[in-house]
């Protein structure tokens, strides 16, 4: 089958879902939570600038630097281990799909941590990110797809209604089980973006 990886980030972690093609027919061949924290670092990894508020500068500046490095090294890890079992489940590999925000300004560390909403912004592009850079380290296809314009972006990209692709996506869930709820749903239908672009 040809496979494509659709990924939601969350702080610390990710709803995977590993969508594969044959001919017409589409099948959920995988989905699970995807660990992009060590868990002996979860109290201070999964929100590294929450963690550093309050520290002194330097410390506080290392705890971030640390924060993004871990992300990133663990999102490669998983991300090599996931796009290692395609092929050998004899599954061709073709695209990942990232559901990513709206950037972030280019604050500085010492900016992020003197407003409390700015901290939260810049750990949900801290964890996307990642997953981006993951992506590119594994050499795979990137398909970066903004999340809160995902559906029409969908219609746009598969020349299909949104409502048509909500029902397909919901006959997947069904047929692969629970879980499947809006993390998986979106996921599916990045996933399925990417797929549909690589074949055509």
Do not use: N
């Not at 972690?13 to 939570?33: D, T």
């Not at 590294?48 to 508020?53: D, G, I, N, Q, T």
């Not at 010492?110 to 850079?133: S, Y």
Request: charged share 30%; glycine share 8%.
């Amino acid at each position: 089958m040809h496979v494509a990886f659709g990924l939601k980030a969350h702080s610390g972690w990710a709803a995977l879902v590993v969508l594969g093609r044959e001919g017409r027919s589409l099948r959920v061949l995988e989905r699970r939570r995807l660990e992009l924290i060590r868990p002996e670092d979860a109290y201070w990894a999964k929100q590294p600038y929450h963690a550093a508020e309050g520290l002194a500068r330097d410390d506080a500046h290392e705890v971030v630097r640390r924060g993004i490095v871990s992300a990133r090294a663990v999102a490669a890890s998983e991300l090599r281990k996931c796009a290692k079992q395609a092929p050998a489940q004899g599954h061709a590999l073709r695209a990942c799909a990232v559901l990513a925000g709206a950037p972030m300004p280019g604050w500085s560390v010492d900016e992020i941590l003197a407003v409390h909403f700015r901290m939260h912004k810049a750990e949900g592009v801290l964890f996307r990110d990642a997953l981006v850079r993951a992506a590119r380290e594994c050499e795979l296809r990137l398909v970066e797809i903004p999340e809160k314009t995902l559906a029409s972006h969908a219609e746009s990209a598969l020349k299909t209604p949104a409502s048509s692709l909500a029902k397909d996506i919901a006959r997947l869930g069904k047929a692969a089980g629970p879980p499947w709820g809006k993390d998986q749903k979106d996921a599916a239908l990045a996933a399925l973006v990417a797929l549909r672009g690589r074949l055509k």
